[in-house]
């Protein structure tokens, strides 16, 4: 989570204010609806955390980097791990999961929009495409991910995590 959250974190950093209206891989958002969906995953995560409620998103506000300390705080207590969430009814060790997916993902999507390299943790990568594979038709059924799009067999991870939610590994702006 760490890794992913700071190469995300930095990627969010460098995005001008110019390019805040630009188009993303991920068609609901452009960049700035992006940056703010990523300060919600990060506001809610750490409320979930904490074992607290499901927090709605509110406006952009450009803080992404210091919402996503303070969930990486949370989640490094131990008992942030166990048991379910009460606002999601989920395992945490899923809810962590679907976080570093988050991470992982939309960093390639801001950074693809941006015009910047993007070198995500390879580890978080095989553990996000596991993850994935196992939750795909989960998250399909609830929105999350789009039909899949085909990649090579021997496409590396992070391509074939893009394909599995519904990303073109090769989409530019």
């Not at 009460?86 to 899923?94: I, K, V």
């Not at 939750?135 to 059924?141: A, F």
């Amino acid at each position: 989570m760490t890794r992913a959250t700071e190469r995300t974190a930095g990627v969010v950093r460098s995005v001008r204010q110019e390019q805040l209206g630009l188009l993303t891989p991920c068609e609901k958002f452009d960049v700035e609806d992006l940056i703010n969906h990523l300060e919600w995953v990060a506001e809610l995560f750490e409320s979930l955390a904490r074992k607290g409620p499901r927090v709605e998103q509110g406006p952009y506000t450009g803080d992404f980097p210091e919402r996503a300390e303070r969930a990486l705080a949370a989640w490094s207590r131990p008992e942030a791990w166990e048991g379910t969430s009460p606002a999601m009814g989920m395992p945490m060790t899923t809810l962590a999961h679907m976080y570093l997916v988050d991470m992982v993902v939309h960093g390639w999507d801001l950074a693809r929009a941006t015009g910047q390299e993007y070198a995500p943790d390879p580890e978080a990568v095989e553990r996000a495409l596991g993850f994935t594979e196992n939750m795909v038709e989960m998250g399909r059924r609830r929105g999350a991910f789009g039909p899949p799009v085909a990649v090579p067999d021997d496409a590396a991870p992070l391509d074939r995590l893009l394909g599995v939610i519904g990303r073109d590994p090769a989409w530019t702006p």
